[in-house]
């Protein structure tokens, strides 16, 4: 099957090549839906400015050469020279038709590509807050869309695994006790071993000065301090796969790849560096330099790489994580799923990778970069004690609110049932919320809006395919078994099969731009379609079973369409609700 967009804009380039010569058969005509008609070109008007004529009169040279007596009933020139274009019916029913024999759902499959996607990367021994919740999110819904589009994604979870606090860490974990209980809070609430240790970095000489000699330590290679290091990146992980696991997201153990990894990498960076003349002294830093970079009185910002007591940075980290995914990981193609903050920091890192070769023009690199989550005050998500708010807190309210949406519509199932209805509702609102606007605005972390049953919400869409799975379950059907042929005549059936021939579109538009609230927009529009189809046209009770079988088709597309789509996005559509 076909993205009508696709076919027309085909056609229209041949019918320019046709009218205008050879010069003009690679033009790319604009095809946009219109109101009306379903599609409408303005390749006249672009090019008419261009070949000093009319446009209409452009548009009618178009339109004589348009061969589309196959894929459309209407071609009509419109206002100062659009080309409306209304499909056949047949032509959509067939192309339906085909989708509906499809596994990909007219998802195309594209050459592959390698591409390492950088997501979630949270800090050891610190509390995940709901900014790494929606890089966690917004990326495994990325990494599954690259990968249906036949990607080779290589996971990266980039954790903060290294650097000075780790002295103070490490001397806190000796002094409660490897195995004790607060040591264990490093499981549940990494971030209160977290404040524990600093607090006595703030306020014991002592301590800071024995924490101190640890970074030493740690960073000269001394075994048991390595241990030691070890045991607390040990404990974080479970913390991390708790979250991981709640949330239902991809990432495992073996994603892992923290800044730590990189650490034999650094001396090598500097040195490859200064030598090329790349970075230089400043004040007993190594520094890069870039054009462009300035801060408020015009003073150029360096990407400090080695600073003035010898340390290292996070940007050398990062140069040596480029270097590692071309050289190693051969991508084509870098995500990197991070805070919006942050933007300034990969610019100028990617431009000193590029200078010293280790990121050639052919490799693209991506920020998608992640928005701040508000609290319904409208300042960042804090508790009230101002405390920033804790991760597992909030999936577990979210699970608990949706336990009692449930249990109040759904008395008649017993409580094992509606105990994994209200995971699936309460997890994926709350992922569905951080998908559906898009990643780079700031939005308002709202319970009520997010487990709203209308709206663009995860529950919405939930019970769209909840419902149409009632809807065979009553007919006593199998829905792959609904099988067609399908026929158009209502206008309501024909909005429906169109809306069902975007999805693959759709998919391969959220692969190249990397934004997933398309996928989530392009969803509640097909919702909606069948809302409005199945107020008009009587599925199980349609007068003759020609029409029956026709509409059980279309209601089986719609229900597989909204379970892959959603299954794209991260986000698990229970079977009823
Ligand atoms: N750990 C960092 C943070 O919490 C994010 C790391 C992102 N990835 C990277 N390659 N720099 O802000």
């Not at 967009?5 to 010569?21: C, D, H, M, N, P």
């Not at 209980?181 to 209160?192: C, G, S």
Request: proline share 5%; aromatic share 6%; charged share 25%.
């Amino acid at each position: 099957m076909a993205d009508p967009q696709e076919v027309l804009s085909q056609r229209v380039r041949s019918a320019l090549g046709a009218a205008l010569g050879a010069d003009y058969a690679g033009t790319d005509p604009v095809i946009r839906p219109s109101q009306f008609a379903d599609y409408q070109a303005n390749a006249a008007l672009a090019l008419a400015k261009k070949l000093g004529r009319k446009p209409r009169d452009v548009a009618s040279d178009i339109v004589a050469r348009l061969e589309v007596d196959d894929v459309c009933r209407e071609v009509e020139i419109s206002g100062p020279g659009f080309v409306n274009m209304t499909l056949r019916d047949d032509w959509i029913a067939g192309q339906a038709q085909d989708l509906l024999a499809d596994p990909r759902l007219g998802v195309p499959e594209q050459p592959k590509q390698n591409i390492p996607v950088d997501y979630s990367a949270p800090n050891v021994a610190k509390e995940m807050h709901v900014g790494h919740l929606r890089t966690t999110v917004v990326g495994d819904a990325l990494v599954r869309t690259l990968e249906f589009l036949g990607h080779n994604v290589i996971r990266q979870n980039h954790i903060g695994d290294w650097g000075t606090p780790f002295g103070m860490l490490i001397e806190h974990l000796l002094e409660v006790g490897e195995h004790s209980a607060d040591a264990d809070l490093l499981k549940t609430d990494p971030n209160a071993f977290y404040q524990a240790a600093k607090e006595k970095f703030d306020t014991s000489e002592d301590f800071a000065v024995r924490a101190r000699r640890r970074v030493v330590a740690l960073q000269g290679g001394d075994a048991e301090t390595l241990r030691l290091w070890q045991g607390l990146i040990d404990l974080s992980k479970v913390y991390f796969n708790k979250v991981y696991t709640t949330l239902g997201v991809t990432l495992t153990d073996a994603d892992l790849a923290g800044e730590s990894t990189y650490n034999d990498a650094l001396a090598g960076v500097c040195a490859e560096l200064e030598r090329a003349g790349i970075a230089e002294q400043s004040e007993g830093a190594l520094c890069v330099f870039l054009e462009g970079f300035t801060g408020r009185e015009g003073n150029p910002v360096p990407l400090i790489v080695r600073k003035s007591d010898g340390g290292y940075t996070y940007a050398t980290t990062d140069l040596a994580t480029v270097r590692y995914r071309v050289e190693e990981l051969k991508a084509d193609r870098i995500v990197y799923v991070v805070g919006a903050p942050q933007a300034m920091h990969f610019q100028m890192m990617w431009e000193t990778a590029r200078k010293a070769g280790w990121l050639p023009e052919s490799v693209e690199t991506v920020h998608v970069q992640i928005g701040n989550v508000l609290g319904t005050d409208g300042k960042i998500l804090r508790t009230r004690s101002g405390k920033p708010i804790r991760l597992m807190a909030l999936l577990d309210e979210a699970v608990e609110r949706a336990t009692r949406v449930v249990a109040e519509n759904r008395p008649d199932l017993d409580e094992q049932t509606r105990a994994a209805i209200a995971r699936d509702v309460g997890i994926g609102a709350v992922k569905y919320a951080d998908l559906s606007v898009s990643h780079d605005t700031e939005y308002v972390f709202d319970f009520d809006r997010m487990l709203a049953l209308n709206g663009n919400t995860g529950p919405y869409l939930q019970y769209a395919a909840a419902r149409i799975r009632s809807i065979f379950r009553k007919g006593g059907l199998a829905p792959e078994d609904a099988v067609g042929p399908i026929a158009l005549a209502e206008p309501a059936e024909r909005e429906l099969a169109l809306a069902l021939l975007g999805f693959g579109p759709v998919v391969r538009l959220v692969g190249d731009t990397l934004e997933p609230h398309r996928l989530c927009g392009y969803l509640f529009d097909l919702a909606q379609a069948f809302t409005s189809f199945y107020e008009r046209c009587p599925v199980l009770k349609a007068e003759d079973s020609t029409v029956r079988g026709s509409r059980l088709a279309l209601t089986a597309a719609t229900l597989r369409t909204l379970v892959q789509g959603l299954a794209l996005l991260g986000v698990h559509a229970p079977e009823r609700m």
